[in-house]
């Protein structure tokens, strides 16, 4: 797994030379997000959370030991990123700085997004609440998703988001509310 981060810099970064990327704060905060991810399913939360609070410190990443991340994460300059506890991010995805992946304080048992495998997320992105990206979207610089779902394969910008390609064709359609049981 750790291999897949580091293999994930160099495809995602032609900036990245000889071992330059071990310096990455991204790939350090997902690296010590493993380690925390082990302890916080062992219950050992505050020790988890502890750890999860001295990465933010050291790279200026917030992801909660709760969160789960899949294989080949890219963090490109990181600052300002935060992943919430209940937030799911699949295989092969991109998050550029300043990126939320957050909740709404309206739900008590998942409340953060669920992301997709090869999934883009460009800079300053907010997807809030628990909401399904699908696989293959790119998220434009900016965009702001509150209690929508997105589909496999569409590219959405804008503030309130809005999608403008969906599989590979050119379209402007609203994004679909999500719908969330009551709890």
């Given amino acids: 797994m ?3 981060d580091v293999r994930a810099i160099y495809r995602n970064d032609p900036a990245a030379k000889g071992l330059e990327p071990l310096l990455y704060s991204g790939l350090h905060a997902i690296l010590i997000h493993r ?11 505050f020790i ?28 490109d300059h990181g600052m300002g990123v935060v992943i919430g506890e209940t937030t799911e991010i699949g295989d092969n995805c991109v998050l550029f700085h300043n990126v939320t992946l957050g909740g709404t304080g309206k739900h008590k048992a ?6 997709g495998n090869n999934t883009f ?4 992105a907010i997807i ?3 909401v399904q990206i699908g696989d293959n979207v790119r998220i434009g610089a900016n965009a702001f998703i509150y209690m929508c779902d997105v589909p496999d394969n569409a590219t959405v910008v804008g503030t309130p988001g809005k999608i ?8 402007d359609l609203p994004l679909p509310k999500t719908i969330v049981a009551s709890e």
């Fill in 121 to 124: 997320i460009g800079t300053g």
């Fill in 110 to 115: 998942k409340r953060h997004p669920t992301i």
């Fill in 164 to 171: 403008v390609r969906l599989n590979n064709e050119p379209c």
């Fill in 35 to 45: 380690f925390a991810h082990i302890l916080h399913r062992l219950k050992l939360r």
């Fill in 2 to 4: 750790i291999l897949d």
């Fill in 48 to 75: 988890a959370r502890f750890i999860s609070q001295t990465a933010r410190f050291l790279t200026s990443i917030e992801i909660h030991p709760g969160a789960t991340i899949g294989r080949g994460l890219f963090i």
């Fill in 128 to 130: 809030l609440g628990p």
